[in-house]
């Protein structure tokens, strides 16, 4: 069958892929590394990185040598909020996606830092890994931090928050999980909250219809949430519950 990208109307589960993808949320820009970012990649990475072949399913039980639920959070940056969320939280297990590698650097060192053992990391388009890697109801929740507003309107295409996301989150989510994302940017948060808004057969507005959520208090500030307040911006926190 072939479907837009746009198609929200397909079923979660549903086993036929959605057309490959060829607009991306990012700009890859390598970035330099640091001297302990590099001993991170050597030493690190093999117990806390996974390098996901593209298509396969993960086996998340083993990936992280239990069967606790699993939170994943969708570009990361330089993880410092995800290492904390982690640490507060040790009875549930976290896999980080992020494409920039001396974010992935940066946050190895902090795992090893704090000894975390529940963050497994991995370097890829989060979008893909959620269609092709993640197994149905699979994850206890998504979160989605200060994603690139991408303000120019002939950018909006790449804005990770948008239709086409959403069978893959409702696909990826459990049933009762929970989906969080937070902006600073203020029409990208009126746009989030209008196409979660537009299926809710697969997701329900914690807050009620039409309002964006208290900032809940286990979500640290973020380096970008930072530099958004520096700049006077409102934040605005998305908590959405898959039915
Ligand atoms: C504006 S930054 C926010 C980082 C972090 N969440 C924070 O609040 O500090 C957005 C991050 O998302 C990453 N990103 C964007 N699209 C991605 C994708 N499809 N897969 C993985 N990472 C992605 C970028 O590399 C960038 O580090």
Redesign the pocket.
Known sequence: MHRKESDVSALPGSTDSPPRRTI???VLREGRLTLAQERAFRELWPRFGCDWTPGVPLDLATLFGNDHPVVLE?????GD?LAEMAAQDPARNWLG????RP?VGHLLLEIERRGLTNLRLIR????EVLRDGIQPAALDGVQL????PWHKRRHHKRR?LGPALMPLLARAIRSGGIFHAATDWEPYAEQMLETLESIPDWFENTAGQGQFAPRPAARPL????QRGERLGHRVHDLVFRRR
């Open positions: 991306r949320s990012f969708i570009g990361f940056g330089n909020s996606i992020e494409v920039h974010g890829h388009d989060a979008v931090f200060f994603p690139d990770i973020t380096k970008f949430e």
